[in-house]
C-alpha cells in the first residue's frame, strides 16, 4: 500500500513531467516521430497503384462507394499496407547497397537523446551524460517492417475473407 507521504512526492514529481509547455518546445517534440520516417504513412501515389491491382481495375470508383461496399473498404485497408511493405522493402534494400544506394547510410545511427547515469567515483556522486544511441537505420527499417508484414497478413486475410463471402473465384 502507497503512503501518504509516497503519494505526495508522487504528485510533486507529476507536476514536473507534464511534457513540453511552450510553443517551441511543442514544436520540437512534434518531430519526434518523424526523426528517420520509416514509420511515415505511403505515398497515395503508391496507395492509388496498389488499390488498381487488388481491384483488378484502371479506373477507381468513387471515394464515397468505399465506404458504401465492404470490398472496397477491405481493399482500402489492403492497398496501404502493401505500399508500405513495398516501400519499406525498397529502403532496407537501399541500405544494403542495392539500387540508390547512398555509402556510408548502413553506418547511419539514430539518435534517441541524451541518458544520464550517476556514477560514484571515489566517494562523489559524479553525473555521466552519454549519448545514447539505438540500433542502426537497417535494423530500425527491418523492425518496422516486420510491423508492416503483420498489418499486410491481416489485411490480406481480411480480403480473402471477403472474397471468400462474395463468391469471388481465386
Not at 510533486?12 to 520516417?37: C, E, V, Y
Not at 516501400?87 to 556510408?104: K, S, T, V
Not at 559524479?126 to 539505438?134: L, Q
Request: glycine share 8%; net charge positive.
Amino acid at each position: 500500500m502507497t503512503s501518504a507521504r509516497q503519494v505526495a512526492a508522487n504528485r510533486r514529481n507529476a507536476q514536473r513531467s507534464t511534457g513540453p509547455r511552450s510553443a517551441s518546445g511543442k514544436a520540437r517534440a512534434s518531430g519526434n516521430a518523424r526523426r528517420h520516417g520509416l514509420t511515415a504513412a505511403p505515398a497515395p501515389e503508391a496507395v492509388q497503384r496498389w488499390l488498381t491491382v487488388i481491384l483488378d481495375r484502371t479506373e477507381l470508383p468513387a471515394a464515397a462507394a468505399f465506404r458504401e461496399e465492404e470490398g472496397l473498404s477491405r481493399a482500402l485497408v489492403l492497398a496501404p499496407a502493401e505500399a508500405r511493405v513495398a516501400g519499406l522493402e525498397a529502403r532496407l534494400a537501399a541500405l544494403a547497397g542495392g539500387p540508390g544506394h547512398a555509402p556510408g547510410v548502413e553506418d547511419a545511427m539514430v539518435l534517441v537523446g541524451r541518458k544520464v547515469t550517476e556514477t560514484w567515483i571515489d566517494g562523489q556522486l559524479v553525473e555521466t551524460r552519454v549519448r545514447e544511441k539505438h540500433a542502426p537505420e537497417s535494423e530500425l527499417a527491418r523492425r518496422y517492417l516486420r510491423e508492416a508484414l503483420g498489418a499486410r497478413k491481416r489485411a490480406f486475410r481480411g480480403w480473402v475473407d471477403w472474397l471468400r463471402q462474395a463468391g469471388v473465384p481465386a
